[in-house]
C-alpha cells in the first residue's frame, strides 16, 4: 500500500469510528420533557444561524474562487489557476462540512449529558467527553483526507517525481479555502455567542440579580445557542485549518529535501498526523473518572498525557520509517509535544482559580468595577511572556535539531516536525474544547428545566472543568498557530523562489536564498501595516459583540417592561426575538473584519510586491499570536475570577464583588470567544493568502 493509501485508508477508519462513537450516544436517553423543550429551542436556533452563516459564506467564497482563477489567468497560468481554484472550494467545502458536523453532534450530546448527570457524574463526563471527540475526529480525518484526495487527484497523469516537487505548490488553495471559511465561521459565531452572553448577563446578573440560564431571561436561548455556533462550529472550523494548512506548508518544504527523502519527506506530514489521529482515539477512549469524587480534570489530564505519549511513539515509528531513522527529527517532534504539553500548563495557570493571577483578579473585584478590569488586563499582559518563551526555544531547539542532522535544509525541516508534534494531539484536544459548551449546555439545560438539584450540582462540576478546558485549547490553538505561522512563512519565501526563477530574474537560482531586508522602507511599511491590521481587525470584532450586546440588553428590558409576568413566571419570555438579533448582526458585522484581511493583504502585495508582503505577513503574525494570548488570557481568567467568588469567596453571588467581576466577564467575553480565537485564523489566513497569491506579487 503506497503512503497516500495508507492515509485515506486510516483518515476513512477514524471516520467510521466516529460514526461508532455518534450512533452510542445517541442511543442514550434524552431525559424527561422539560429537558426536551429546552433542547429542541436549542437546536432549531444553532440549526437556522448556521443555515444562513454559511449561506452567506458560500456566496463570498465563490466570488472569491472566481477572482483567484482571474488573477491567474491575468498572469498566463491557467492551468495553475483551475487547480488553485478547484483546491480553494474543496478546501472551503470541507472547512465549513467539519464546523457543522461538530456542531449537529454537541447539539445532541448536551441533552444526553444532562439527563445522564441524573444518574452519575461520570456518566455525564463519559457522554460530554465522546460528544466532544467526534467532532475532534472528524475533523482532523477530513483534514487528512481532503490533502490527501486532493494530492492524488492533481497527480494523476504526472510523474511520481514531477508530482511530488509541483502538486505541494499547487494544493496551497486548500489551505487558503479552509482559512477564509474558518475566519468568517469563527467571525459570526463569536459575535453571536458573545453578544448574547454579554447580554444576558448584564441585565440578568447585574440588573435583575437572577442566575446564570434562569429561564425568565429572554436571551438565555440565544446564549445557549451561542455556546455551539461559536465554541463548536467556530473553533471546529480554527483547527481545521490549522492542520490543513500545516500539513500543506511541511509539504512544501519537505519540497527541498526531495534529493534526500524523496517522496516520504513530502508525504511524512500525511503519515506522522494520521498515527497522531489514532493515538488521540486510544487516549479518549481510555479516559474516565475513577470515582464520583474526583475531580474531571484529572481523569482529561490523564488523558492527554497517554495521548501524548502514544504521539510520541509513533513519531519514532514514523521517523524510522520513513526519514532514514534521523533521530535528531524525532527528537524534533518530541519538542513539539512538549511545547503543546507546557503552552497548555501556562494557560491553565493564567486561567484556572486554583492559581494566584485568577484569585488576584477576584481579591481585586472587592474595590470596584475599574480594579476588577485593570488587575485582569494587567494579568492577560504578563500571560504573553512565558508562551512567548516556550515558543522561541522551541523553534530555535527545532531549528537546531534539523541543522546538526546532517540534511541539508534540515533545519526549517525541523521547525516543520516540531509543528507537526504540537499538533499530534489535535483530535484529543478538540475533544476537550468540545466538552466545554457540551457541559455548559447540559448545565442550561438542567436549569432551565428545573431538574433536582443534584443534577445541576453535577453539571456545574462539569461546566467549571469545561470552562478551563476552552481556555486552555485556545493557548493550544495560538501557540500551534505561531509555529506554524513559521513554517507557512518559509514555505511562502520558496514558492517567491520558484516563481522567481521561472521568471528567469537575475542571479535567482535553486540554491539562493530570499531574505526579507526590513531596512528597505517600502519593506518596513509593509511590517507596519500588518501590526496596524490586527489592531483594527480586534477593534472591529470587540466592536461588533458591543453593539448587538446593546440591542439585545434594549430588548430584554423592553420585554420586561411590557410582559410584566415574566419574573413572576406566568408569561413566557420571547426567546426567538432575541435569536433572530443576534442572528441578523451576527452575519452583517462578519462581513467587514473578514474581507478587510483579504483587501489588505492583496494591496499590499501588489503595491509594495513580494518583500513587503513577506515582512506585512511575518509582522502581523507576532503582533497576532501577541493580541491573540492577551485577549485569550484575560477574558478566561475574568471568567474564572467571576466564578471563583460565585463559589462563596469575598462575599458570593448578588454581592458588589460578584457585579464588580461580572462587569469583568462581560468584557472578557469578547476578548476571549470573538477576538481572540479569530486572530488564530487570521494568523494562518495571511499565510495562506499570500501562499495563493504569489504570482501577483513577484
Not at 277 to 284: D, E, K, Q, T, Y
Not at 421 to 433: F, K, P, Q, S
Not at 587 to 601: A, E, F, Q, S
Request: charged letters at 15%.
Amino acid at each position: 500500500m503506497d503512503l497516500i493509501s495508507l492515509v485515506i485508508a486510516i483518515s476513512i477508519l477514524a471516520l467510521i469510528f466516529a460514526g461508532y462513537l455518534a450512533r452510542q450516544i445517541l442511543k442514550k436517553d434524552t431525559g424527561t420533557e422539560a429537558m426536551q423543550e429546552v433542547s429542541n429551542a436549542i437546536k432549531i436556533g444553532a440549526e437556522a444561524f448556521l443555515k444562513r452563516q454559511y449561506t452567506t459564506i458560500g456566496i463570498l467564497t465563490v466570488i472569491l474562487a472566481v477572482i483567484i482563477y482571474g488573477v491567474y489567468a491575468f498572469m498566463h497560468q491557467q492551468p495553475l489557476g483551475w487547480r488553485t481554484s478547484v483546491a480553494f472550494l474543496f478546501g472551503a467545502f470541507s472547512s465549513a462540512l467539519a464546523g457543522i458536523v461538530g456542531m449537529m453532534v454537541s447539539i445532541r450530546s448536551n441533552i444526553r449529558t444532562s439527563s445522564a448527570a441524573r444518574r452519575s457524574l461520570n456518566e455525564a463526563f463519559i457522554i460530554a467527553l465522546r460528544g466532544g471527540a467526534i467532532t475532534g475526529i472528524i475533523i482532523v480525518a477530513m483534514s487528512l483526507l481532503g490533502v490527501s484526495l486532493i494530492y492524488y487527484l492533481f497527480s494523476i497523469g504526472m510523474k511520481p517525481d514531477d508530482a511530488a516537487k509541483s502538486v505541494p505548490f499547487m494544493i496551497v488553495g486548500y489551505g487558503f479555502g479552509a482559512s477564509f471559511v474558518a475566519l468568517f465561521a469563527q467571525l459570526g459565531g463569536g459575535i453571536y455567542t458573545k453578544a448574547a452572553d454579554v447580554g444576558s448577563d448584564l441585565v440578568g446578573k447585574v440588573e435583575k440579580g437572577i442566575p446564570e440560564d434562569d429561564p425568565r431571561n429572554p436571551a438565555v436561548i440565544a446564549d445557549l445557542v451561542g455556546d455551539n455556533v461559536g465554541d463548536c462550529a467556530g473553533r471546529g472550523a480554527d483547527l481545521f485549518e490549522s492542520t490543513a494548512a500545516e500539513n500543506i506548508g511541511a509539504m512544501i518544504l519537505g519540497v527541498a529535501l526531495f534529493p534526500v527523502f524523496g517522496l516520504k519527506g513530502i508525504l511524512f506530514p500525511l503519515v506522522v498526523r494520521s498515527f497522531g489521529l489514532i493515538a488521540s482515539i486510544i487516549g479518549i477512549m481510555s479516559t474516565r473518572m475513577k470515582n464520583e469524587n474526583e475531580d474531571p480534570m484529572k481523569a482529561l489530564n490523564r488523558g492527554y498525557y497517554i495521548t501524548s505519549f502514544l504521539a510520541a511513539i509513533a513519531f519514532f515509528a514514523a521517523v524510522k520509517w520513513l526519514l532514514k531513522g534521523n533521530l535528531m527529527f524525532f527528537w524534533a517532534g518530541v519538542v513539539g509535544i512538549i511545547t503543546s504539553i507546557l503552552i497548555v500548563w501556562i494557560t491553565v495557570r493564567y486561567t484556572d482559580h486554583h492559581y494566584k493571577p485568577v484569585k488576584d483578579i477576584a481579591k481585586a473585584s472587592q474595590t470596584g468595577h475599574g480594579t476588577n478590569i485593570i488587575t485582569g488586563f494587567a494579568v492577560g499582559m504578563e500571560s504573553t511572556a512565558l508562551p512567548v518563551l516556550v515558543l522561541s526555544v522551541a523553534l530555535l531547539a527545532s531549528y537546531f535539531l534539523g541543522n546538526i542532522s546532517g540534511v541539508e535544509h534540515g533545519g526549517l525541516y525541523g521547525t516543520a516536525i516540531a509543528t507537526m508534534g504540537m499538533l499530534g494531539t489535535a483530535a484529543y484536544i478538540l475533544a476537550m474544547d468540545n466538552f466545554g459548551p457540551i457541559t455548559d449546555n447540559a448545565g442550561g439545560i438542567a436549569e432551565m428545566s428545573k431538574a433536582p438539584d443534584s443534577v445541576r450540582q453535577r453539571t456545574d462540576r462539569l461546566d467549571a472543568v469545561g470552562n478551563t478546558t476552552k481556555a486552555l485549547t485556545k493557548g493550544y490553538a495560538v501557540g500551534s498557530a505561531a509555529l506554524a505561522a513559521f513554517l507557512l512563512f518559509s514555505a511562502y519565501l520558496d514558492d517567491v523562489k520558484s516563481h522567481l526563477i521561472k521568471k528567469g530574474v537575475a542571479g535567482i537560482t535553486a540554491l539562493s536564498t530570499i531574505n526579507i531586508d526590513i531596512s528597505q522602507v517600502h519593506v518596513f511599511v509593509g511590517g507596519f501595516i500588518g501590526a496596524m491590521l490586527i489592531f483594527v481587525f480586534s477593534s472591529l470584532a470587540i466592536r461588533a459583540v458591543g453593539d448587538t450586546a446593546y440591542s439585545i440588553v434594549n430588548e430584554v428590558r423592553r420585554q420586561w417592561k411590557t410582559k410584566k409576568g415574566i419574573m413572576t413566571g406566568k408569561q413566557k419570555p420571547d426567546y426567538a426575538k432575541v435569536v433572530d438579533i443576534c442572528v441578523k448582526a451576527s452575519l452583517k458585522k462578519m462581513i467587514l473584519p473578514g474581507l478587510l484581511v483579504v483587501v489588505t493583504t492583496v494591496i499590499v502585495g501588489v503595491v509594495l510586491k513580494y518583500e513587503a508582503a513577506g515582512a506585512f505577513l511575518m509582522v502581523g503574525t507576532i503582533t497576532g499570536i501577541l493580541m491573540a494570548l492577551l485577549l485569550n488570557n484575560s477574558g478566561g481568567a475574568w471568567d474564572n475570577a467571576k466564578k471563583y467568588i460565585e463559589d462563596g469567596n469575598f462575599g458570593g453571588k448578588g454581592s458588589e464583588t460578584h457585579k464588580a467581576a461580572v462587569t469583568g466577564d462581560t468584557v472578557g467575553d469578547p476578548f476571549k470567544d470573538t477576538a481572540g480565537p479569530s486572530l488564530h485564523v487570521l494568523i494562518k489566513l495571511l499565510s495562506t493568502i499570500t501562499l495563493v497569491l504569489v504570482p501577483l506579487f513577484v
